[in-house]
């Protein structure tokens, strides 16, 4: 059945019916609060391209953190100061494909679950599989666990269908189960031998995994209100706002913000149960509603990062409301080595500020990134924000007809079932480049303003691609290994990879070039 863009999101009201559960109340408010400037962005989306037909997906979205006692804990701490950014993407996923004309089924009950893709009971201990109704599933990491115990065998032939939400993402070389045990990359999440470009993350990490994002609150007002919109009409107040819902993240950082408050009049949105543990300088809100949060945001001239939630959509928010990001940064970086929250995580990323999207590809002046621990270090920022204008900023990839594109481009080609070679991005689009020892194609690709692109791989791993690079082998490899295809200068060696699972953007050592798949950005 052939689909279009939606101009209502009335079916997806009747899916996410439960209010009942803070998590889906907290992603129903965010979907109507939204819902106007999304229906304009599928509008404009629909003017200005002649491909917005696609064939209409039977689509289940199952966030396994609010289901079963995993989602006991998370939905106990909504309204506590608990994480939020998972439901601002759950909620922004499901009125994008709302939009783009598919048919959503949304659950957060394990029992539901059954029912909808389980085996049904049969004679004796012989459960009868039945077909899978749904095109795509849309889960988490807990919810992969839960999926497997409904499926049975059913999930392996299945899997290609899954779609994972996966914050911080995860890189081929902890997503294979041997290698990863054999290579020191076992992890307490990776190892389910998908696609790595199943895994879908909040922020571009690894071009590995798919990019899925979210939409920053202020960009769609922008869109809607094209005309009306100012943004020398954003009156600020000289305050800043401390970015830490819960205690535990102010603590070892009083010295931190206490300079901050000699300039500014310093706000926060801290859950706080027990009488104020916080400096009593600061003028606390107790955790906000979001649309009061963000009116808060509105007013303040700088958001300031305590170091912890890592990664979360309140700074790309808070930018787009016209404040400055102040951040620490982290020396020697945070990583799954040095640190208890990413231990475990399926990642070797190299953490080095609280939050590095905003670090490198905004930066200055809407973000500054300092040593906390250096009182005139954070002074000098201070005073230097104060002191420049900084407009509403929103990232293309973060509004509303930037998320429908690139969702839309994801459900059209992205086809893992397919037993071929991936034909998107073409091969017209490859730009090989051999890299320097040491560097993964991540950084490589990047350095040329270029994107490593994991489907162009196959492209070049072949021997026709070293002699294409002036390499000339005196021995050729085939191995499982997740730096191939790489040229070793030492006896020049070249190595193809055996494994299409292990093909990343990540990963580099002292002694490999590797082969780099790049692309143009968009
Ligand atoms: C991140 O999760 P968080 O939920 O802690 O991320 P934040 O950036 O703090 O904010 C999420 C949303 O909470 C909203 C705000 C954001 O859209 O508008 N909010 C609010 O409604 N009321 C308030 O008083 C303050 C904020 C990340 F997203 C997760 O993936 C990680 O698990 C977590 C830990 O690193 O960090």
New binding site residues.
């Given amino acids: 059945k052939k689909t279009g863009i939606r101009t209502s999101l009335s079916s997806l009201y009747e899916a996410i019916s439960n209010t009942s559960s803070p998590a889906v109340k907290f992603i129903r408010t965010r979907v109507e609060r939204m819902s106007e400037r999304w229906i304009q962005a599928g509008l404009k989306m629909r003017q200005s391209s002649n491909k917005t037909v696609s064939t209409q997906m039977r689509v289940l979205l199952y966030p396994g953190a609010l289901a079963g006692n995993v989602g006991q804990h998370f939905e106990a701490m909504v309204e506590r100061g608990?994480?939020?950014?998972?439901l601002?993407q759950w909620a922004d996923l499901s009125v994008c494909l709302t939009i783009l004309g598919h048919d959503l089924t949304f659950s957060t009950s394990k029992h539901q679950l059954h029912s909808l893709i389980g085996a049904a009971p049969g004679r004796g201990s012989c459960p009868i599989q039945r077909p899978l109704t749904f095109d795509l599933i849309y889960t988490d990491y807990h919810g992969l666990a839960h999926l497997q115990g409904a499926m049975g065998l059913a999930f392996q032939h299945y899997q290609c269908r899954f779609r994972i939400l996966d914050?911080?993402g995860t890189e081929p070389a902890f997503n294979f189960p041997s290698y990863a045990r054999s290579h020191g990359f076992n992890t307490l999440w990776g190892s389910w031998s998908l696609q790595p470009l199943q895994y879908m993350t909040?922020f571009p990490h690894t071009p590995d995994n798919s990019f899925l994002g979210f939409v920053s609150?202020e960009a769609v007002k922008k869109e809607l209100r094209e005309d009306e919109f100012k943004p020398e009409g954003y009156k600020k107040d000289k305050i800043a706002v401390v970015?830490g819902?819960q205690d535990y993240m102010w603590q070892g950082k009083s010295g931190y913000v206490k300079v901050i408050s000699e300039e500014l009049e310093t706000h926060a949105?801290v859950y706080q149960p027990h009488p104020s543990t916080l400096p009593s300088f600061i003028k606390n809100h107790g955790?906000?509603?979001?649309e009061h949060?963000?009116g808060l945001l509105r007013r303040a001239k700088v958001f300031v990062g305590l170091g912890?939630?890592?990664?979360?959509?309140?700074?790309i928010?808070a930018i787009a409301l016209g404040c400055v990001f102040l951040q620490p940064k982290f020396d020697p970086p945070h990583s799954s080595e040095n640190n208890d929250?990413y231990k475990g995580k399926p990642t070797t990323r190299q953490i080095s500020s609280q939050h590095p999207y905003a670090e490198e590809f905004i930066g200055k002046p809407y973000v500054w990134t300092v040593n906390v621990t250096n009182k005139t270090d954070i002074q000098e920022a201070v005073k230097a924000i104060l002191s420049t204008e900084v407009k509403p900023f929103t990232p293309q990839e973060f509004t509303c007809v930037g998320m429908l594109e690139r969702v839309h481009g994801y459900i059209t080609h992205q086809n893992f079932c397919s037993k071929s070679v991936p034909t998107w991005p073409p091969e017209s689009a490859l730009r090989m480049h051999l890299g320097p020892l040491g560097q993964s194609c991540i950084s490589v690709c990047r350095r040329s303003s270029l994107l490593c692109e994991p489907a162009l791989f196959y492209h070049l791993n072949t021997p026709a691609a070293f002699t294409r690079l002036g390499l000339a082998c005196s021995s050729t490899v085939q191995e499982v290994n997740h730096m191939f295809p790489s040229y070793s200068p030492w006896g020049r060696r070249c190595g193809l990879q055996q494994e299409p699972l292990l093909f990343s953007c990540a990963g580099s050592d002292s002694s490999h070039r590797r082969l780099c798949p790049c692309r143009a950005t968009i």
């Fill in positions: 608990g994480p939020l950014g998972e601002v914050s911080f909040m609150e970015y819902k949105t955790l906000l509603t979001q949060f963000l912890f939630p890592y990664e979360g959509p309140a700074p928010e929250f």
